[in-house]
Nanobody, 125 residues
Framework: QVQLVESGGGLVQAGDSLRLSCAAS????????VAWFRQAPGQDREFVAA???????????DSGDSVKGRFTCSRDNIKSTVYLQMTSLKSEDTAVYYC???????????????WGQGTQVTVSS
């Protein structure tokens, strides 16, 4: 069983930056692919970014309001933590952000077995 705890959300103004953290309870953290999803009220859960196990290769969502170039996903396997650095935030980025862990990289939430409780990000315009 893997427990994930997100932190770092909050209320910011458009153009500001935030860094989200996802801390995992497992010592085998480096064996998991970790992804970030977000969900705005009334909308489906949307893939934001994912980072591979060992190489640290990253993948970003490209649908709708793209986060490419604004968000950066990274991981520290020693600290069992994944980060999502968000810059140039827009009001459209307002959502609950979740981290998830699984065994393969996918943009579908169905491929991730473990989820955090989510952290709210609100961007005022």
């Amino acid at each position: 069983q893997v427990q994930l705890v997100e932190s770092g959300g909050g209320l910011v103004q458009a153009g500001d930056s935030l860094r989200l953290s996802c801390a995992a309870s497992t010592r085998s953290f480096s064996t998991y692919v970790v992804a970030w999803f977000r969900q705005a009220p009334g909308q489906d859960r949307e893939f934001v970014a994912a980072i591979s196990r060992s190489s640290g290769a990253t993948f970003y969502g490209d649908s709708g309001d793209s986060v490419k170039g604004r968000f950066t996903c990274s991981r520290d396997n020693i600290k069992s933590t994944v980060y999502l650095q968000m810059t140039s935030l827009k009001s459209e980025d307002t959502a609950v952000y979740y981290c998830a862990a699984g065994s393969m990289t996918s943009t579908s939430p169905n491929y991730y077995n473990y989820w955090g409780q989510g952290t709210q990000v609100t961007v005022s315009s």
